[in-house]
């Protein structure tokens, strides 16, 4: 990408598609980085690698398939894909651990007990927080809205798209749309509503995760410098 070129910018009403086919947010999305487009963006409408059957929940009402390879999750009823949604998993150091779990908790406004947002003191945001897992040492593995690099960045949970999250913080993107972590929130918590409170699931979905998370490789700008942070401030604002 060049400066001042955004998604909007270069794909119009396709950014959508191109960003989750990249598994990216817009806000990392800036000048600089490269990003892999098909010869026709309408062979990505709608993209998901996620198979449209999952035999393995067809007995099952709600279910909640994790690859770590494709970086990507699938929401199942009774075996059929109800949606799917990219996803940024734990890094090489933070692997997201792999297996069969179950969503035992839930928090509309969770927030990091171990992580700030950086170059502040302000706990991490996990806005639509479900958690799956506890480890031996104590720590709690969350599915929950934050930041979507377009490789694995995280600590060991699993992120979605919440671009709410990223305009109070950050302020980019002004309008926000792509809210992954709260569509998946509010249909493991169906029926009940999606309110405050801290809620015990004693009949979560149950969710296995496969595969495994790949190292990055698009880790380099144009001159094979490593990329920066992502900006702070809007990417159609940088000189």
Same mark, same amino acid.
């Given at each position: 990408?060049?400066?001042?070129?955004?998604?909007?910018?270069?794909?119009?009403?396709? %950014?959508?598609? @191109?960003?989750?086919?990249?598994? $990216?947010?817009?806000?990392?999305?800036?000048?600089?980085?490269?990003?892999? $487009?098909? #010869? #026709?963006?309408?062979?990505?409408?709608?993209?998901?690698?996620? /198979? +449209?059957? &999952? /035999?393995?929940?067809?007995?099952?009402?709600?279910?909640?398939?994790?690859?770590?390879?494709? +970086?990507?999750?699938?929401?199942?009823?009774?075996?059929?894909?109800?949606?799917?949604?990219?996803?940024?998993?734990?890094?090489?150091?933070?692997?997201?651990?792999?297996?069969?779990?179950?969503?035992?908790?839930?928090?509309?406004? *969770?927030?990091?007990?171990?992580?700030?947002?950086?170059?502040?003191?302000?706990?991490?945001?996990?806005?639509?927080?479900?958690?799956?897992?506890?480890?031996?040492?104590?720590?709690?593995?969350?599915?929950?809205?934050? !930041? $979507?690099?377009?490789?694995?960045?995280? *600590?060991?949970?699993?992120?979605? &798209?919440? =671009?709410?999250?990223?305009?109070? &913080?950050?302020?980019?993107?002004?309008?926000?749309?792509?809210? !992954?972590?709260?569509?998946?929130?509010? %249909? @493991?918590?169906?029926?009940?509503?999606?309110?405050?409170?801290?809620?015990?699931?004693?009949?979560?979905?149950?969710? +296995?995760?496969?595969?495994?998370?790949?190292?990055?490789?698009?880790?380099?700008?144009?001159?094979?410098?490593?990329?920066?942070?992502?900006? #702070?401030?809007?990417? =159609?604002?940088? /000189?």
């Amino acid at each position: 990408m060049r400066a001042r070129e955004t998604l909007e910018t270069l794909f119009g009403s396709r %950014w959508v598609d @191109v960003a989750r086919f990249n598994r $990216i947010d817009r806000r990392h999305a800036y000048p600089g980085i490269s990003l892999k $487009i098909p #010869r #026709r963006l309408e062979d990505i409408a709608g993209f998901t690698p996620m /198979p +449209q059957e &999952y /035999p393995q929940a067809v007995g099952e009402a709600k279910f909640i398939l994790i690859d770590l390879t494709e +970086q990507f999750l699938g929401a199942y009823e009774y075996g059929r894909l109800a949606f799917s949604a990219p996803i940024a998993t734990g890094e090489k150091r933070n692997e997201t651990p792999a297996g069969d779990f179950a969503i035992t908790a839930a928090h509309r406004h *969770h927030r990091s007990s171990r992580y700030t947002i950086e170059k502040t003191n302000i706990p991490y945001p996990m806005n639509y927080a479900l958690r799956f897992h506890i480890n031996k040492e104590g720590v709690a593995f969350w599915i929950h809205g934050r !930041d $979507i690099p377009g490789y694995p960045a995280s *600590h060991g949970c699993i992120g979605l &798209y919440d =671009e709410p999250m990223q305009k109070t &913080y950050y302020g980019y993107p002004r309008e926000p749309i792509l809210e !992954d972590a709260r569509t998946l929130y509010k %249909w @493991v918590l169906a029926p009940l509503p999606e309110d405050e409170k801290y809620r015990i699931l004693d009949n979560g979905p149950r969710m +296995q995760i496969v595969g495994r998370a790949p190292i990055p490789l698009r880790r380099s700008s144009q001159d094979g410098s490593r990329v920066r942070p992502a900006p #702070r401030i809007a990417p =159609e604002a940088m /000189p």
